[in-house]
């Protein structure tokens, strides 16, 4: 079993940062791929980034790329998002979650454990 606790978001205008923190419960985190996902009002929730175990190997959607950043701390059993250059588009809830399988890191349905989420808002 992992919990998932995310943090860091909040109001932030154009241009912006934001570091997203995930901090996971249990001892097995270092065997789980971890991913951010998004979800906008009235829209369906979106992949944002995913990393495997080790963090040695990333993925990111289009929309996100060269902006935002996964990383991951096993010692410390969190996984980050840092977001640079936010768009008001950015504006939506972000959720962390944890999978066994980063091959499919794009796909929702393998995600076995889901965070609250934090909501991160880009408005001047």
């Known amino acids: 079993q992992v919990q998932l606790v995310e943090s860091g978001g909040g109001l932030v205008q154009p241009g912006g940062s934001l570091r997203l923190s995930c901090a996971a419960s249990?001892?097995?985190?270092?065997?789980?791929?971890m991913g951010w996902f998004r979800q906008a009002p009235g829209r369906e929730r979106e992949f944002v980034a995913a990393i495997d175990w080790s963090g040695g190997n990333t993925g990111y959607d289009d929309s996100v790329k060269g902006r935002f950043t996964i990383s991951r701390d096993n010692a410390k059993n969190t996984v980050y998002l840092q977001m640079i250059s936010l768009k008001p588009e950015d504006t939506a809830v972000y959720y962390c979650?944890?999978?066994?399988?980063?091959?499919?890191?794009?796909?929702?349905?393998?995600?076995?454990?889901w965070g609250q989420g934090t909501q991160v808002t880009v408005s001047s």
């Open positions: 979650a944890a999978t066994k399988y980063f091959s499919g890191y794009r796909e929702m349905e393998l995600y076995e454990y």
């Open positions: 249990g001892r097995t985190f270092s065997s789980y791929a």
